[in-house]
């Protein structure tokens, strides 16, 4: 007797926590209500852009190599420096000077003296203007004809990929916006220098390389740096801008909900849109500066804390009437 009674009051427990359950899932949901608030047609500039991602490159990246086999003597400049069309770069020594001079070394110093000015080293000639992006290699190195001493860029440009479904959009010259990763917070204007005729294809994707030149290289630019590039494609000035929200799409029609000052219910309105820049549409026709659109937004409204009641729980009105 015990255990059918222990097993028929666990049953009963079970049952009662499920229904209080589903009690306070279907009382306690939220609802969603409309927000509605009023826009004015505003007059200011709107800009489209297409974005994409990029890369700092040197424009020509040049390495600077030694015409022997031997040894550097010297190197006289840095990486970052800006350099002159014949600057010298650094000094080296053949082989054979090298060896040379050091068994002259062994036989003191003025007869190392002699060697020196007998037997002159050779100077490494920076052949363009430009900035030393490479200097690390050092005195006393030995090196060989294929070794790039140092490395000259002219000036480092920025190289876009652009999805060959956009690139009929871009055109040389048009304005675009570059931001580093690195720097976030700087936005940098450039202008397309070139396009090139050859895709590529990249993860399946084809693409056109592009590449930009800052109106003004900053200081922290560096090749390698990963960068997203806004090209500019379309703007207008003091064109009639409506937020996004506010407008209506049905079927091939955009509409707006306009303010009756007359009457409670707002009226349609059928406009005609031009760009947009995911914030704002312009309005080419259909509403005037003066106009007031109603705009609607749902939100959704969580439950208030302790909203949901449980059926099979004593209220409190019934808790009192049973005191008394």
Known sequence: M????????????????????????????????????????????????????????????????????????????????????????????????????????GQGEKVLKYWEDVYKPI??????????IVATTQPGQTVTTSDAVIVLSDHLIVRAQVDETDIGKIKLGQGALITLDAYLDTKIKAAVEHIYYESETVNNVTIYKVDLVPEETPEFFRSGMNATIDFKVEGRE????????????????????????GSNNPVKRVVV????????????????????????????????????????????KRSSAAKK
């Open 273 to 316: 849109i031009g760009i947009t820049d995911d914030k704002n549409y312009e309005i080419i026709s259909g509403l005037t500066a003066g106009d007031t659109v109603i705009v609607t937004t749902k939100k959704y409204v969580f439950p208030a804390a302790g909203s949901g009641s449980n059926p099979f729980m004593p209220s409190m």
């Open 123 to 132: 100077a490494l000639l920076s052949p363009i203007n430009g900035e030393v």
């Open 2 to 105: 015990r255990k059918n009674k222990s097993k028929i009051i666990f049953v009963t427990l079970v049952l009662l926590a499920v229904a209080a359950l589903i009690a306070v899932k279907f009382k306690g949901q939220g609802q969603s209500s409309e927000i509605i608030k009023e826009a004015k047609p505003s007059i200011g500039a709107i800009q489209t852009y297409i974005s994409t991602t990029g890369t700092v490159y040197p424009k020509n990246r040049l390495e600077v190599k030694p015409p022997v086999n031997g040894r550097i003597e010297s190197i006289a400049v840095k990486e970052g420096e800006q350099v002159k069309d014949g600057q010298v770069l650094g000094m080296m020594s053949s082989t054979e000077r090298a060896a040379l001079l050091d068994a002259a070394e």
């Open 238 to 261: 003091n064109a009639l801008l409506l937020p996004v929200e506010a407008v209506r799409k049905e079927k091939d029609e955009s509409y707006v909900l306009l303010k009756n000052n």
